[in-house]
């Protein structure tokens, strides 16, 4: 296995930026989207849980219907692919038992033996007090989804740009989730930066790390 210097990791973030501007004739090839479904796929979740769904937007058509529920932000349209994330809007047993079935299924053991782990997390996320809060808790298991994305986004030359200003509930209603049991969370549109985009070449701002990092 080889992994990127740590130069090319800290080159790679240093490239990447919020696009304004997409360049909308260029798309990200099949094999590199695959690569970056991937990394949405691998990406941790607390008990593994993985309560999301990633819905990959392509068609030119639907995107011109997000962009004016998009504050009218045109990378919605103008990028190669918009993946929505989306979050589990209830999670139940049926949930924890698909997932502890997936670990017998991939890993091999006898499910009566994961009894106590399922216990644990219904006493947690179904049953206990996170319950009323489920859906807070999903949104930060979908925000660590949209870093990964981003970061590997950037380690193989594609840009992104987060976006929280969407109206959650008009993405629901136009991609047709009301029904789904899933819900809108945040948007990523992903391809690659037009030159005409200035903001490709202003220095990035961020504190340093003395008024960041707190070592002991």
Not at 183 to 191: D, I, Q, Y
Request: hydrophobic share 40%; aromatic share 10%.
């Amino acid at each position: 296995m080889s992994f990127v210097s740590d130069e090319k990791l800290i080159e790679s973030l240093n490239w990447r930026y919020a696009v304004k501007k997409f360049d909308a004739q260029k798309k990200i090839n099949d094999k590199t989207w695959n690569a970056l479904e991937d990394s949405l796929i691998l990406t941790p979740s607390s008990y593994g849980l993985q309560p999301w769904k990633f819905l990959v937007v392509t068609d030119l058509e639907t995107r011109k219907l997000l962009t004016p529920v998009s504050w009218g932000q045109k990378q919605v349209e103008d990028c190669s692919h918009l993946v929505v994330f989306l979050i589990k809007e209830k999670l139940d047993e049926a949930h924890i038992d698909q997932y502890l079935q997936s670990i017998v299924d991939i890993r091999g053991g006898d499910l009566n033996a994961l009894a106590g782990y399922k216990k644990m997390m219904m006493g947690d996320l179904v049953t206990g007090g996170r319950s009323a809060v489920i859906s807070e808790w999903a949104a930060r298991q979908a925000y660590i989804a949209l870093g990964n994305f981003m970061t590997s986004a950037a380690l193989l030359g594609v840009d992104t740009c987060p976006m929280e200003g969407i109206d959650a509930k008009k993405y629901d209603e136009i991609l047709d989730l009301n029904s789904s049991g899933y819900k809108t969370v945040v948007a990523c549109p992903a391809g690659y930066r037009s030159n005409e985009d200035k903001y490709s070449q202003v220095k990035k701002v961020r504190f340093s790390k003395k008024d960041l990092i707190i070592r002991k």
